[in-house]
Nanobody
Framework: QVQLVESGGGLVQSGGSLRLSCAAS????????LAWFRQAPGKEREFVAA????????NYADSVKGRFTISRDNAKVTVYLQMNSLKAEDTAVYYC?????????????????WGQGTQVTVSS
């Protein structure tokens, strides 16, 4: 079993920045990909960014490219999402997800473990 705990959400003005963290514990994968998804009220969960645990290859949704950066600290078994130039449309609950395979995926069904989510609210 893997536990994922997100932190770092909050309220920020449009144009501001936030950094989300996701700490993994329990059974850890030696070759695992991690990702961030988000879900806004009344909308489906959508892919934001993903990173492989080995090699650090990344994927981003078009809507966040150039503004968000995903990174990981292997020693701390933690993945981060640095969010800059935030917009009102970035408001959502952000979820961390992990899968027991090395390659990242943009499909939420590919992930086996999920955190509880952290709220990000961007005021315009």
């Amino acid at each position: 079993q893997v536990q994922l705990v997100e932190s770092g959400g909050g309220l920020v003005q449009s144009g501001g920045s936030l950094r989300l963290s996701c700490a993994a514990s329990g059974r850890t994968f030696s070759r695992a990909a991690l990702a961030w998804f988000r879900q806004a009220p009344g909308k489906e969960r959508e892919f934001v960014a993903a990173i492989s645990w080995v090699g650090g290859s990344t994927n981003y949704a078009d809507s966040v490219k150039g503004r968000f950066t995903i990174s990981r600290d292997n020693a701390k078994v933690t993945v981060y999402l640095q969010m800059n130039s935030l917009k009102a449309e970035d408001t959502a609950v952000y979820y961390c997800a992990a899968r027991g395979m090395a390659s990242p995926s943009t499909n939420s069904d590919a992930y086996d473990y999920w955190g509880q989510g952290t709220q990000v609210t961007v005021s315009s």
